[in-house]
C-alpha cells in the first residue's frame, strides 16, 4: 500500500484513509457535503413521493405488504413502527441473528415484537458460522462479514418466499458516512449489494475457499433473475427520511421500550448504537486497524454532521475512546472464532495499514491523530 498524506476533514473528524471518502480543496469531506446538501432537500416533497410508493405494494387483505430488515434496534424499530402506525403498512419484520446476543439486544427485540410486530428469525448453522467467522477475520480483516450476508441477503429470502415486493431497508452507508458518487440514493440492486455491503467478496468467493453451497445457502441472495421476475424493489428510509440516530433512540424509547446498554460501549461514548452483538467491538477495532479510525469516530462524525455536537467536542472524544481494544468480552470471542491469543495478535499485525501505523521500538503508533 502506497503510503499517502493523512488527511482529516474540517467540519467533522474523518480522515481520507475511510474507504470512498473524499476531501474537497476547501477540507471538507463528501460526507459532510452530503448531509448540508440533504439539509436543503424538499422533505415535504419526499414524503409525498414515499407515500405514492407505498400505494403500489399495499394491501388491505391482512398478507404483509412489505419487509423490515430489523435487529430490534433503535433504527430498525422507528423504520417499521411508522410504516406500521403512520402510514397504515402490514411489514413483517425479518431479524437475522448477530454472531452472539447481548442481554440488553435480546431484550431490546423482545420488547420490539412485543410492540406490535410479527418476527421472521434467521439464524445459521453454528459450526458453519464459527468458521465463517474466522475466515473472514483472516481473509478480510472483519469477523462481522457472515452478520452482514445474512443481514442483507436473509430477507430478501423472506421476502422471494412470501412473495413480498417491497423492502424497507435504514440508512444508505454510501451517502450517510461518504461514499461513491454514482451509487443510486433511492436504494440498492442485488449487484450493488456485492460492491458496497460485501466488499466485493460475494457468498460464491466462499465455494472456492472451503465451504460448500449447502452451508453458504442461508447467507446467499435468491439467484438475481428471480428478484427481477417478481419485482422486488429494496429502497432506503434515509433517501425520504431526515436520518438521525440519536433522534431515533427518544422515538423508540417512547414506541417500542427501547433500552440503551447500561454502560458505554467500547471504543466509543455512545450506550446505544450497536449493542445487539457481544463481537461488535472487534468489527470495529479492525476498522481502527486498517484505517486509523474507530467506533468513537463513525460515532462523533454522524453527531457532528447531524449537529448535536460540534467539531471540537468529537475530537476530545475521538481523542479519548476510539481505538479502545474491545477487552470485555475478549476470551468469548477467540473461543468463538477458535483461535489463541498468539493467532489473534498475529491477525491484528497483518491487517494493521502502514499508512496509518508506524512501529517505533516496537510499539505502534498512528502517524496522525485528529486535533
Known sequence: MKTKKIVFCKSCVVSNLRPRIYIDKNGICNACLNIKNRLNADWKEKKKNFIKLLQKYKKNNGEYDCIVPSSGGKDSAIVAHKLKYEFGMNPLTVTWSPLRYT??????????????????????????????????????????????????????????????????????????????????????????????????????????????????????SPPIKEIYKLKIERIFWSYYFKWSPQNHFYYTARNTN????????????????????????????????????????????QEIRNKQINRQEGVQLVRKY??????????????????????????????????????????????????
Open 322 to 371: 476510539d481505538g479502545e481494544f474491545p477487552h470485555k468480552y475478549y476470551d468469548e470471542f477467540l473461543e468463538f472464532c477458535g483461535l489463541s491469543e498468539k493467532e489473534f495478535i498475529k491477525i491484528c499485525d497483518k491487517w494493521r495499514s502502514p499508512v496509518a501505523w508506524i512501529k517505533k521500538n516496537d510499539i505502534w503508533k498512528r502517524r496522525a491523530i485528529v486535533s
Open 103 to 220: 442481554d440488553i439486544g435480546y431484550e431490546n427485540l423482545v420488547k420490539f415484537s412485543e410492540a406490535g410486530f410479527p418476527i421472521i428469525f434467521g439464524k445459521a448453522n453454528g459450526n458453519v458460522l464459527k468458521k465463517l467467522t474466522r475466515k473472514a477475520l483472516i481473509e478480510m480483516g472483519d469477523p462481522f462479514q457472515p452478520f452482514i450476508y445474512g443481514q442483507v441477503n436473509f430477507p430478501l429470502q423472506i421476502a422471494s418466499k412470501f412473495k413480498i415486493r417491497l423492502i424497507v431497508d435504514g440508512e444508505n452507508g454510501e451517502e450517510e458516512y461518504g461514499g461513491d458518487k454514482k451509487v443510486k440514493k433511492k436504494g440498492f440492486n442485488a449487484r450493488d449489494s456485492i460492491k458496497y455491503w460485501f466488499s466485493n467478496y460475494d457468498t460464491n468467493y466462499w465455494l472456492k475457499n472451503g465451504f460448500n453451497k449447502k452451508e453458504m445457502n442461508i447467507f446467499s
Open 258 to 301: 427501547f433500552k440503551t446498554n447500561y454502560l458505554r460501549s467500547e471504543g466509543t461514548y455512545s450506550k446505544y448504537a450497536s449493542i445487539d452483538d457481544k463481537f461488535d467491538g472487534f468489527h470495529y477495532y479492525f476498522m481502527f486497524l486498517k484505517f486509523g479510525i474507530g467506533r468513537a469516530t463513525s460515532d462523533a462524525c
